[in-house]
C-alpha cells in the first residue's frame, strides 16, 4: 500500500512563512508528478503548485513569486515553500502523487490527508 503523509502546516501572521513536507512511503515503484493542493472552507479544492520527476514545475498563476514547490526523488518527498502569507491562504493543503506501485504498470492517484495552514490577520 501507497501513503502519502504530510507534516508543516499551523497557525501563523500574515508575512510570515511556513514549509510543508509530504512523503511517500510503502510499496513504490515509480512516482511521476507530486503536488499540492488546497481547500479553503465553501471552496473547490484547487491546484497550488506540480513538480514533475524531471523538476518541470507548475503553479497557480496567483502563487508564482511567493510559493515555491520542490522535491527529494530519492526521499519520495515533496516540499512547499510558503513565503509572505497572507489570510486568504488559509485552508487545508493536500498533498497528491501519480504513484506505480510495485508490481503494477500503471500509475496511480493518491492523496494525504491534509493539513491545515492558517494565516491571520
Known amino acids: 500500500q501507497v501513503q502519502l503523509v504530510e507534516s508543516g502546516g499551523g497557525l501563523v501572521q500574515a508575512g510570515e512563512s511556513l514549509r510543508l513536507s509530504c512523503a511517500a512511503s510503502?510499496?513504490?515503484?515509480?512516482?511521476?508528478?507530486m503536488g499540492w493542493y488546497r481547500q479553503a472552507p465553501g471552496k473547490q479544492r484547487e491546484l497550488v503548485a506540480a513538480?514533475?520527476?524531471?523538476?518541470?514545475?507548475n503553479y497557480a498563476d496567483s502563487l508564482k513569486g511567493r510559493f515555491t514547490i520542490s522535491r527529494d526523488n530519492a526521499k519520495n518527498t515533496v516540499y512547499l515553500q510558503m513565503n509572505s502569507l497572507k489570510p486568504e491562504d488559509t485552508a487545508v493543503y493536500y498533498c497528491n502523487a501519480a504513484v506505480q506501485p510495485m508490481y503494477t504498470s500503471r500509475f496511480y492517484d493518491y492523496w494525504g490527508q491534509g493539513t491545515q495552514v492558517t494565516v491571520s490577520s
Open positions: 513538480i514533475t520527476s524531471d523538476g518541470i514545475t
Open positions: 510503502g510499496s513504490i515503484f515509480s512516482i511521476n508528478v
